[in-house]
């Protein structure tokens, strides 16, 4: 699996968009980045993922860099309730579901 | 659907006693596995199965026990039951064969004194 880097907190505005990074310079060319949340006390919620084009959901859109090394997680419009830690992995397609989160990013919107 | 349920939400235990984490899921998925998150860290695999009748340990499997009969259960079972094992404890199942993308129950909250 890829590792990958994320800050370890971030604020954002309500209303605004949220942008939160990963860095992934270790991830092979059959290595998807995945983007998990996990609000307080429930459990993670997939978010999207992608290979190497951009991505685009009800929920997100992620970037990812031509050279793959680092991706961006856009939360367009952030509100209270998008207040959580954010895990950013990698996976191989098959990977057999065996996530690895890390610290992930813990982040706050505020009114 | 009601998605990934678990039972019970909160249970204390004694140091010793065996019980079972109850997880299932209306959606028939494939895949169904069990994390387990300690305060301040990320989920940890425990075990997990990619159909009825298969099952397969993950990063930390020992102290537990678990089997799949049909597709929409998984429990979880607590052999004899110790202080370690004090967690925050995540059912989640899968309908692509990849597992990657899973969808989470809203855990159950374990207490071993």
């Known amino acids: 699996d890829a590792k990958t880097t994320q800050p370890p907190s971030m604020d954002c505005a309500e209303g605004r968009a949220a942008n939160l990074p990963c860095n992934h310079s270790t991830i092979s060319g059959n290595e998807y980045v995945y983007w998990y949340r996990q609000i307080h006390s429930q459990g993670p919620q997939y978010i999207i993922h992608g290979l190497k084009n951009n991505e685009t959901n009800e929920m997100a859109s992620l970037i990812i860099t031509e050279d793959r090394k680092s991706s961006t997680l856009i939360l367009p419009h952030a509100t209270l309730r998008d207040t959580a830690v954010y895990y950013c992995?990698?996976?191989?397609?098959?990977?057999?579901?065996?996530?690895?989160f890390g610290q992930g990013t813990e982040l706050s919107v505020k009114p | 659907n009601a998605g990934v349920t678990q039972t019970p939400k909160f249970q204390v235990l004694k140091t010793g006693q065996s019980m079972t984490l109850q997880c299932a899921q209306d959606m028939n998925h494939e895949y169904m596995s069990w994390y387990r998150q300690d305060p301040g860290m990320g989920l940890r695999l425990i075990h997990y199965s990619v159909g009825a009748g298969i099952t397969d340990q993950g990063e930390v499997p020992n102290g537990y026990n678990v089997s799949r009969s049909t597709t929409e259960d998984f429990p979880l079972r607590l052999l004899s039951a110790a202080p370690s094992q004090t967690s925050v404890y995540f059912c989640?199942?899968?309908?692509?064969?990849?597992?990657?993308?899973?969808?989470f129950g809203p855990g159950t909250r374990l207490t071993v004194t």
């Open positions: 989640a199942s899968s309908l692509t064969t990849g597992g990657n993308e899973q969808y």
């Open positions: 992995i990698g996976l191989i397609y098959n990977q057999g579901g065996k996530l690895i």
